[in-house]
């Protein structure tokens, strides 16, 4: 080959390289793959006053610092399509708190006041889940708490316990508030007067483990939202319950002054209730006066596995799959609340 053919070869594969070059770079530059996580909710994040709280969960893991906390099997965010709700999640049988035998995935207060003091609690609740399993018989069965206000001092008793209960193959439940006496003496003969908001109060049983009562006509389904208020002003409790379709109900309760302590005064629905446990105490004249207080909020599961024949009233023999938490989930055995919005804060003069 000559050297002017040799030229003109070079030249044309140096115009061809110079032309893909321009090419290229009219081609827009490959994107790159820039994926980014979504950031966690966490239930701070749907109701902020979680720093005034800690928790218990329902295997016994505890927490005082709530800020961008989250347990995703007990206490974590869920949307239901719109709107993000804090779950409550606990089994018929975990890890249990010191004053219980009933597991429980709970806030508990940090600040403690006297009913003199006061305080006040509100939330926007649904509940998602109660047992399955339970005897018909027993008044704890299927029954799950969603507030409270729980003594410190004395015999550590609950002025205040919400109740939502809804027996097996009910399409509605009841919403009902007990008042546990603060016992006078030793704390054997305590119990709990039941007072209904929509439905039955908790005297309402089956007359075998496996038989129910009639459906309440006026009771409040799964998934239904409502929502409370716990107004403790000057040593008088002070409670509204509110939910769409529903009577909006109050009520007032004397925290300072004992409406139950002379034996005359028990209720005929404790004398029925309780006859079979033998609980007919009485109550300090000054009830709660001058004893320290909390407030709760969430699943307190009253579910449990102990043996209905003896305690009618709160072993409800459920189904607990000898612990196991991730077999009683799969079974129905578990309690789960959501909330939507909770304050907490200083009790206030009543409207």
Same mark, same amino acid.
């Given at each position: 080959?000559?050297?002017?053919?040799?030229?003109?070869?070079?030249?044309?594969?140096?115009?061809?390289?110079?032309?893909?070059?321009?090419?290229?770079?009219?081609?827009?530059?490959?994107?790159?793959?820039?994926?980014?996580?979504?950031?966690?909710?966490?239930?701070?994040?749907?109701?902020?006053?979680?720093?005034?709280?800690?928790?218990?969960?329902?295997?016994?893991?505890?927490?005082k610092?709530?800020?961008?906390?989250?347990?995703?099997?007990?206490f974590?965010?869920?949307?239901?399509?719109?709107?993000?709700?804090?779950?409550?999640?606990?089994?018929?049988?975990g890890?249990?708190?010191?004053?219980?035998?009933?597991?429980?995935?709970?806030?508990?207060?940090?600040?403690?006041?006297?009913?003199?003091?006061?305080?006040?609690?509100?939330?926007?609740?649904?509940?998602?889940?109660?047992?399955?399993?339970?005897?018909?018989?027993?008044?704890?069965?299927y029954?799950?708490?969603?507030?409270?206000?729980?003594g410190?001092?004395?015999?550590?008793?609950?002025?205040?316990?919400?109740?939502?209960?809804?027996?097996?193959?009910h399409?509605?439940?009841?919403?009902?508030?007990?008042?546990?006496?603060?016992t006078?003496?030793?704390n054997?003969?305590?119990?709990?007067?039941?007072?209904?908001?929509?439905?039955?109060?908790?005297?309402?049983?089956?007359?075998?483990?496996?038989?129910?009562?009639?459906?309440?006509?006026?009771?409040?389904?799964?998934g239904?939202?409502?929502?409370?208020?716990?107004?403790?002003?000057?040593?008088?409790? #002070?409670?509204?319950?509110?939910?769409?379709?529903?009577?909006?109900k109050?009520?007032?309760?004397?925290?300072?002054?004992?409406?139950?302590?002379?034996?005359?005064?028990?209720?005929?629905?404790?004398?029925?209730?309780?006859?079979?446990?033998?609980?007919?105490?009485?109550?300090k004249e000054?009830a709660?006066?001058?004893?320290?207080?909390?407030?709760?909020?969430?699943?307190?599961?009253?579910?449990?596995?102990?043996?209905?024949?003896?305690?009618?009233?709160? #072993?409800?023999?459920?189904?607990?799959?000898?612990?196991?938490?991730?077999?009683?989930?799969?079974?129905?055995?578990?309690?789960?609340?959501?909330?939507?919005?909770?304050?907490?804060?200083?009790?206030?003069?009543?409207?």
């Open positions: 080959m000559n050297i002017k053919n040799s030229k003109s070869i070079f030249q044309f594969f140096l115009m061809i390289g110079f032309m893909a070059a321009l090419t290229s770079c009219d081609k827009p530059a490959k994107k790159s793959e820039n994926k980014t996580t979504k950031a966690t909710v966490y239930p701070s994040d749907v109701i902020p006053f979680m720093d005034e709280w800690k928790i218990l969960c329902g295997d016994g893991t505890a927490s610092d709530l800020v961008n906390f989250e347990n995703k099997d007990y974590y965010v869920s949307n239901d399509g719109t709107t993000n709700w804090v779950v409550y999640k606990t089994p018929n049988s890890i249990t708190s010191r004053t219980s035998s009933n597991t429980r995935t709970e806030l508990g207060q940090k600040k403690y006041w006297k009913p003199m003091e006061g305080g006040k609690l509100t939330g926007t609740a649904k509940v998602m889940h109660v047992s399955t399993t339970g005897d018909a018989r027993v008044a704890a069965s029954a799950v708490v969603v507030g409270q206000i729980h410190n001092d004395g015999h550590e008793n609950e002025p205040l316990k919400i109740f939502y209960k809804k027996f097996p193959g399409k509605k439940g009841s919403l009902y508030w007990n008042y546990e006496i603060n006078e003496g030793d054997s003969g305590r119990w709990d007067f039941s007072t209904a908001v929509w439905g039955y109060d908790m005297s309402v049983i089956g007359s075998s483990p496996t038989t129910y009562p009639e459906e309440p006509s006026d009771g409040i389904a799964l239904e939202e409502f929502s409370y208020e716990i107004n403790v002003y000057e040593g008088i409790m #002070y409670l509204t319950f509110t939910s769409e379709g529903h009577e909006t109050k009520f007032t309760k004397n925290l300072l002054k004992s409406e139950f302590s002379k034996k005359e005064d028990i209720p005929q629905q404790i004398l029925t209730l309780y006859a079979s446990i033998g609980r007919d105490g009485v109550e000054n709660y006066a001058g004893e320290l207080q909390n407030f709760k909020q969430g699943a307190y599961n009253q579910t449990n596995g102990k043996n209905p024949e003896d305690n009618l009233v709160w #072993y409800t023999g459920s189904e607990t799959y000898d612990g196991d938490i991730a077999k009683q989930y799969a079974n129905g055995c578990f309690a789960e609340v959501w909330f939507k919005e909770a304050t907490v804060g200083a009790g206030t003069a009543p409207n």
